[in-house]
């Protein structure tokens, strides 16, 4: 989700991505709305890690390229240094929230800088189980390093009169996994001399997403104001509970309703996109009983898919 920024027909920024950065007993997301598919209700930010990249520009900058001038060059490990000690500083509860206000404090640090984008992805931790009172129970202190879905966010920030305006900005889920066993199928599409893919009626489907999505208003997406605010792990279970509950005919059928019902839950929304991955296994066997299938992992190359949808989609259905 990076974009290269012209001055005067000229690319020119830097900076510095993979910064890691952790914060432990960060203020919890609290008084989110919930919705039917979820039940996230809030994150309680015991541990909040995340993979942070900034990128500036400035016409200040320029001679550092064409006369080898770094009196204006504010080093990328200073940068580093930084965003580290402002995740100590921020008092919010969300990651989009952050990013506008180191964003925000690099601005003001630093005069030199006319504009600013950074982005990150969260680090995602899960609360281990321990025994309790009343049966396992999750553990307040120790948590697992997950390697599951992850939130994302970016804003660009120009200088204004007075603070900082947000120019651009998006949030997201990415690294969704999901694999439904049955009710999946793929007909009537293009057949001539050069497919060889025979028509499935009852597939196994395995699709990867990202889901990314702006508001309307993209001070919501700082979330100071809770309600107004569209968590990741509600997205995601928008995805998940939309795949259980559809018979779909493609990997293009399930995305547009996914972005239908995550457009219709949060009409602060103004736009939902994708990208996805097709990653459906391969049958081996299908002589078993019932609706049981023997697998195997699809070869190279794989099917990918990317759309993007606004209100304009919407049909006007109610959604219970």
Same mark, same amino acid.
């Given at each position: ?50 993979? @942070? ?19 204006? @060059? ?36 630093? =005069? ?45 920030? #120009?200088?204004? #009169?007075? #603070? ?52 309307? #208003? ?52 103004? =736009? ?35 759309? =993007? ?12």
């Amino acid at each position: 989700m990076t974009d290269v920024s012209e001055t005067d027909g000229r690319t020119m920024n830097y900076g510095k991505e993979q910064v890691a950065v952790y914060r432990t007993f960060g203020t919890p997301l609290e008084g989110v709305r919930t919705i039917p598919e979820s039940q996230f209700t809030g994150r309680d930010n015991t541990i909040f890690g995340a993979e @942070v990249r900034v990128q500036v520009e400035g016409e200040a900058f320029l001679p550092s390229f064409s006369e080898g001038d770094n009196s204006m @060059v504010v080093p990328t490990d200073t940068m580093k240094n930084f965003i580290h000690h402002q995740l100590g500083e921020y008092d919010g509860a969300t990651l989009e929230g952050f990013l506008y206000f180191v964003g925000a404090r690099f601005l003001e640090q630093y =005069s030199q800088m006319d504009s600013i984008r950074v982005s990150a992805e969260e680090l995602p931790f899960e609360e281990r189980p321990v025994p309790g009172e009343d049966g396992f129970e999750s553990s307040k202190l120790v948590f697992r390093v997950a390697d599951s879905e992850s939130g994302f966010g970016e804003v660009a920030l #120009d200088r204004g #009169d007075d #603070d900082p305006v947000i120019k651009e900005h998006t949030s997201g889920v990415t690294g969704i996994e999901l694999v439904k066993v049955k009710d999946n199928s793929f007909v009537g599409y293009v057949q001539d001399e050069y497919t060889t893919l025979p028509e499935r009626e009852n597939r196994t489907l395995y699709v990867a997403l990202d889901i990314f999505w702006t508001y309307a #208003d993209s001070e919501d997406a700082l979330g100071e104001d809770p309600e107004r605010y569209v968590p990741a792990e509600q997205v995601r279970d928008i995805a998940q509970v939309v795949f259980d509950w559809f018979d779909v005919n493609s990997i293009q059928d399930l995305i547009y309703r996914i972005g239908e019902r995550t457009l219709e839950r949060f009409p602060q929304l103004e =736009s939902v996109s994708f990208e996805a991955n097709n990653r459906t296994w391969l049958k081996v066997r299908d002589d078993l009983e019932g609706d049981a299938k023997v697998l195997r992992e699809p070869p190279r190359p794989t099917g990918f898919q990317q759309f =993007s949808m606004d209100r304009n989609d919407l049909k006007g259905e109610d959604v219970e």
